[in-house]
């Protein structure tokens, strides 16, 4: 039997970074710490990029928290609190 690994922050950090913003938006123009919306990212972008981050890791993500300070880290760790919370039984 196969015990499956954990996921952790940095796994969400590099999916993001290297599957889902390429996916969503292409990846040039955006750094970790960047805004979404001042590097090109339009609400198309946002809600493509929402769906995919949801859909890749089986959570729920609030527009509005998103929205008050877009940038990919800022994602990472919405995604990552929710992982957690879910593995804790929260």
């Known amino acids: 039997m196969t015990v499956p690994r954990m996921i952790t922050q940095d796994d969400v950090r590099s999916e993001l970074r290297t599957s889902v913003y390429p996916e ?3 990846a040039e123009g955006f750094g970790d710490e960047d805004d979404f919306f001042a590097s090109g990212g339009d609400s198309m972008d946002l809600m493509r990029l929402l769906a995919l981050t949801q859909e890749r890791f089986d959570v729920d993500v609030d527009v509005r928290e998103f929205v ?3 940038t990919r880290e800022r ?5 990552w609190r929710e992982l957690s919370e879910r593995a ?3």
């Not at 994602?75 to 995604?79: P, S």
Request: charged residues 30%; without cysteine; aromatic residues 0%.
């Open 88 to 90: 804790s039984g929260r």
């Open 68 to 70: 008050e300070e877009p």
């Open 75 to 79: 994602l990472a760790r919405m995604v």
């Open 24 to 26: 969503a938006v292409g």
